[in-house]
Each structure stands twice: as structure tokens, then as C-alpha cells.
């Protein structure tokens, strides 16, 4: 292999990785942003708690940038649904991502 082809594939390289890791990092959130994902959690939390289907103790609720996480565990698949349901409602929401995790009988289910 030749000098400038060695030198070209290097060059690819190291441009795939920039590529690469910029994507990776993300663009940083501003104050703004920040509080304004810390709002929509807590209203996101609000709207669990108020609902009577849910037991929402167990549920941690996170936002970024419109996307709501939920993390945590519920205690029934209707209990999981709903959680989902609600949140997905809350105005603000984009999307939700589901990390709960079902207890069935004690331990931990499938979702």
C-alpha cells in the first residue's frame, strides 16, 4: 500500500471517529432546557400519583427533552399500561420510554 493511501485511510479514520463521537455526545442541555425537563417530571409525577389505578411510590420519573422515562416497578400489567398511558398524556410528553419492571408474587416479572 502506498504512502497517500495510507495517509487517505488514516484521514477516513480519524473523520469516522469525530463522526462518531459528536454523535455520541449529544448537544448539552441549556439551564433552560434543564428546568423545563425537571417541570415536565414533576407534572408527569403529579399525573401518576393523582390517578387511582396507580400506585405510583415506585415510580421514578425522568425527562429529557420531552422524551418521559419511567424506571421503577408497579404491581400489576393493568397498573404498567396505565402508568404508560398517562404519562404519554401529560402535555409536553413526546414519547415515553418503559423501564418499569412487573413484581409478580414478590420478584420481578416480564415487562
Known amino acids: 500500500m502506498t504512502t497517500n493511501a495510507r495517509l487517505g485511510l488514516r484521514s477516513m479514520a480519524v473523520v469516522a471517529m469525530a463522526i ?3 454523535h455520541c455526545a449529544g ?3 441549556s ?3 434543564r428546568d423545563a425537563d425537571h417541570a ?3 407534572q408527569v409525577e403529579r399525573a401518576l400519583s393523582q ?3 396507580i ?3 415506585h415510580i421514578e420519573v ?3 427533552r420531552g422524551v418521559v422515562h419511567l424506571s421503577g416497578y ?3 400489567a393493568e397498573e404498567l399500561y396505565e402508568a404508560r398511558r398517562v404519562a404519554a398524556q401529560v402535555a409536553g410528553v413526546h414519547s415515553v420510554v418503559d423501564e418499569l419492571e412487573l413484581m409478580v408474587g414478590g420478584r420481578t416479572g416480564a415487562r
Open 62 to 64: 425522568d425527562s429529557e
Open 74 to 76: 408497579v404491581w400489576s
Open 20 to 22: 462518531v463521537t459528536a
Open 55 to 57: 400506585y405510583a411510590r
Open 31 to 33: 439551564p433552560a432546557e
Open 27 to 29: 448537544t448539552p442541555r
Open 40 to 42: 415536565l417530571a414533576a
Open 51 to 53: 390517578d387511582p389505578q
